[in-house]
């Protein structure tokens, strides 16, 4: 089990989302929420906020919260990380990814019951599996999840957070 912080972010931060979900974390979006409703579940539910709207980071009765400055989904990323704690990072280097679609856990599946999901040449050539529990898309380690893999492992680096290869 992952003890990485829950998420949740506005309505202008869809790809950021997208992102710290393939990193693990737990991540709620709404493409449409109102304010009031976004600050609610996240106090709720314990979620650190991210915003990049100024009004709500004014708002009152907030609890956790990370106003996120750049345009550029890659620093907003790096924002994230570097505003959380960096003993995170141990948790998400062994690929514990989240659906970037939905936010559901991805489990381990048997290679046959993938079949009828993924392209023929892929489904020859691989025998590691995903599927999201909620929406049940397919995920597999192919050569976008190595493109993946690379651009966090680089954001991690700029980050200047150390991976440590004895561990
Ligand atoms: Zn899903």
């Known amino acids: 089990m992952s003890d990485l912080p829950c998420l949740i972010a506005d309505v202008m931060l869809g790809s950021l989302a997208k992102w710290l979900r393939i990193l693990g974390f737990d991540t709620l979006y709404f493409r449409t929420i109102e304010d009031s409703e976004l600050v609610r579940t996240a106090k709720q539910q314990q ?5 990049r709207d100024t ?14 400055a750049s345009d ?23 690929g514990q990814s989240r659906c970037a679609e939905c936010n559901g856990e991805l489990h381990f599946v048997d290679k046959k019951s993938v079949a ?52």
């Open 72 to 94: 550029d989904t890659f620093q907003q990323v790096k924002e994230v990380l570097a505003a959380l704690n960096a003993r995170s990072l141990k948790v998400i280097l062994p």
């Open 116 to 167: 009828d999901d993924v392209p023929e040449h892929v489904f020859l050539a691989l025998n590691s599996f995903f599927r999201c529990g909620n929406c049940g898309k397919v995920y597999w380690d192919g050569s976008h999840k190595q493109h993946i893999d690379e651009k966090i492992r680089k954001i991690i680096e700029e980050t200047h957070w150390a991976i440590s290869e004895s561990d």
């Open 47 to 51: 979620r650190v906020l991210l915003t």
């Open 55 to 68: 009004g709500i980071a004014r708002r009152k009765g907030l609890g956790s919260l990370i106003l996120i």
